[in-house]
Nanobody, 129 residues
């Protein structure tokens, strides 16, 4: 069974930066789409960024566009999220998610959380003003 483990969360002041890392293991078929979602207290889980297997197609939520960068290293089964210019509204639990190998090369059909096969436990990001 695949396992995803996030790290890199923490507390920063507004304007600061954090780099989240997600290390995946247990699935040998090659992960397809990988993504970061987040959930703030009292709110629904929302997608933040999505990347396809070959890093040729990425998606960002409007709220993070220009500030966050998603990337992956397939050789190490690792997913990253570089977060710059953090705002208090970025405060949330951040989750890593992945799919099995898929023929949807752009991951356009994987915008919803229910599309993902594997999830991490989350890492907390807190941004103070």
């Amino acid at each position: 069974q695949a396992q995803l483990v996030e790290s890199g969360g923490g507390s920063v002041q507004a304007g600061g930066s954090l780099r989240l890392t997600c290390t995946a293991s247990g699935y040998n078929g090659g992960y397809g789409c990988m993504a970061w979602f987040r959930q703030a207290p009292g709110k629904e889980r929302e997608r933040v960024a999505i990347i396809n297997r070959y890093s040729t197609s990425v998606y960002y939520a409007d709220s993070v566009k220009g500030r966050f960068t998603i990337s992956r290293d397939n050789a190490k089964n690792t997913l990253f999220l570089q977060m710059n210019s953090l705002k208090p509204e970025d405060t949330a639990m951040y989750y890593c998610a992945a799919t099995r190998s898929t023929s949807d090369y752009t991951c356009s059909g994987y915008r919803e959380s229910g599309s993902y096969n594997y999830w991490g436990q989350g890492t907390q990001v807190t941004v103070s003003s």
